[in-house]
């Protein structure tokens, strides 16, 4: 049995730390209440250090929204995965943002494969853009990023890892994918794709979320999906809707 997660992906908000402390004492009461569902919270790296303090003793894990690949060294402004640890849990590689801005493949590769060499869980965002998804061409495009951002991984390793399929079409534009397309994409050509890689225990084990506008009034379609392990959620993370959308996804588990 997998268990659900439901991930905040704050972005470029929210980095100042009496707004970010204050968001998250608003949903700390309700989401310590909930016991099915692992929560993670990716805030900018400028806050990281207040929020850990605050959620130390809470079921409320951090992520950071992206790393550096190299342990330490002249990369200005950069940030190392062994600086995270035991500050994060888990980590955001290969946005598509990131991508956007001319992440490649083998960045996000060195990124997943530094990530667990530092204890860090990576969240390995893999997506197909709107002209390639009206080609036919999203299950070759996600299978293939899917298996290069995870090359040199052993399935113990892959197991720790979180995939987010997050269609580029679907993000930030309040057009979500369907729960049943989504969830045909995850099982095919995500799952698919690490049992060709790693066996299909490992496949089974490793934890596969939806992103791309959801909200509260979404979740729970997506959680009822059998692929759908739960979501990474942008804009809906940055109010108390949070607490619902988590509590909704939360309920929709057995
Ligand atoms: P959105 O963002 O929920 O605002 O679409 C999701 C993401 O980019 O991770």
Redesign the pocket.
Known sequence: MRRPLVVA?W?MNIGRADEALDLVRRLRPSLSRLDKTDIVVCPPFTVLVPLAEVLASSPIALGAQNVHAAAAGAHTGEVSPSMLTGLCEYA?VG???RRAAGETDSDVNAKVLACVEHSLRPIV?VGENLAEQEAGDTDAIVAGQVARALEGLSPEQVEVCVV?Y?PIW????GR?ATPAAANRTMGLAVRGSLANQFGESSAQAVRVLY????TSSGISGFMAMPEIDGA??????LTSEFADLVRLADDSTM
């Open positions: 992906n972005k955001i946005h598509s943002e965002c987010a997050e679907a993000i930030g534009s979500a992103g791309g506008s959801v990474l959620v942008g804009g809906a993370s």
